[in-house]
Nanobody, 125 residues
Framework: QVQLVESGGGLVQIGGSLRLSCAAS????????MGWFRQAPGKEREVVAT????????YYADSVKGRFTISRDNAKNTVYLQMNSLKPEDTAVYYC??????????????????WGQGTQVTVSS
C-alpha cells in the first residue's frame, strides 16, 4: 500500500507562486502515472495535471495551462506541482494521486487509486 503525503500549500497573494510536493512511501512510483487534483468548497474534485511514469506526456487542465508545471523525480519518489501566477479561483485543497495500474496513461480521476490527504492552497486578493 502506497502512502502519499502532500506539502507546500499555504496562503499566497494573487500573482504569487507555490510549489507543492508529493512524497510517496511504501511503494516505488516510478512505473505509475501521477496526478494532481483539486477540490474547492462545494465543487467536485477535478484534475489539475497528470504526468506519465517516465515523466513525459504532461497533461494540464485548460484553467492552469501555461501557469502550472508538473514534474517528478523518480529517484526521490516525489512529484511536484509548480504553480505560478496564482488566481483566487485556484483556491482549493490539492491532492496528489497515483494511477491504479502501472505503465498506462492516466488522466481521468477514476484512473487513480491512491490518494494523499490533501494540502490547502488559498489565494487572496
Amino acid at each position: 500500500q502506497v502512502q502519499l503525503v502532500e506539502s507546500g500549500g499555504g496562503l499566497v497573494q494573487i500573482g504569487g507562486s507555490l510549489r507543492l510536493s508529493c512524497a510517496a512511501s511504501g511503494r516505488t512510483l516510478s512505473m505509475y502515472a501521477m496526478g494532481w487534483f483539486r477540490q474547492a468548497p462545494g465543487k467536485e474534485r477535478e484534475v489539475v495535471a497528470t504526468i506519465s511514469w517516465s515523466g513525459g506526456s504532461p497533461y494540464y487542465a485548460d484553467s492552469v495551462k501555461g501557469r502550472f508545471t508538473i514534474s517528478r523525480d523518480n529517484a526521490k519518489n516525489t512529484v511536484y506541482l509548480q504553480m505560478n501566477s496564482l488566481k483566487p479561483e485556484d483556491t482549493a485543497v490539492y491532492y496528489c494521486a497515483a494511477a491504479r495500474t502501472m505503465l498506462v496513461v492516466a488522466r481521468e480521476l477514476s484512473d487513480f487509486g491512491s490518494w494523499g490527504q490533501g494540502t490547502q492552497v488559498t489565494v487572496s486578493s
